[in-house]
């Protein structure tokens, strides 16, 4: 069976991509780094909103709106795997960090991708996004995560900057059997 992606130009898509093995690559702080210079590296030549992100140790979740009349999130995601893996190994093993494993994948080949139907689906997404350090258990809000859009739509006023903190706001039954 053929695995067929949603193509919708200009659209909004929910993303999860993983680690190979899910090797905890981003509990390095320099490699946060590395990604989000490789992100803006792809962003210059293939241009896109990042509307929402979150890096976790060994994923990341993502909403991004890509520009009118274009649909290739997929070239987008290959170019920014290949740039950060680059960078990684180059940068990460001159430290003698990353020197086991350097000639290791580092990314899952695939990712998880989703076609936002609406502003109910982007914002059920966002608050996904948002609550995941918290499902995992890394922090007890989302504005304890560094790592992490939150603070940006705090400051949209979308968000108070206690939500997730008292209680665990409802998931959907998708986002219990994601990861």
Request: hydrophobic letters at 40%.
């Amino acid at each position: 069976m053929r695995y067929r992606r949603v193509l919708v130009e200009g659209g909004s898509y929910f993303f999860t991509v993983v680690t190979h093995q899910r090797k905890p690559v981003f509990e390095n702080e320099r490699a946060i780094v590395l990604l989000h210079e490789a992100i803006a590296k792809i962003q210059t030549r293939h241009p896109f909103e990042i509307d929402a992100q979150v890096i976790l140790p060994d994923h990341l979740h993502a909403l991004w709106t890509l520009p009118k009349g274009d649909a290739d999130f997929s070239k987008r995601w290959q170019l920014i795997k290949e740039a950060f893996t680059r960078a990684y190994v180059k940068n990460l093993q001159q430290t003698g960090i990353a020197r086991e494993g350097a000639s290791q994948p580092v990314w899952q080949n695939r990712f998880w991708e989703h076609s936002v139907r609406d502003e109910r689906d982007f914002s059920t997404h966002l608050d996904y996004i948002h609550l995941n350090p918290v499902q995992h258990g890394f922090v007890n809000a989302p504005r304890d995560w560094p790592h992490s859009s939150f603070q940006q739509w705090v400051e949209r006023g979308v968000y108070e900057p206690n939500w997730g903190s008292d209680a665990m706001p409802e998931v959907p039954a998708w986002a219990k059997r994601h990861e």
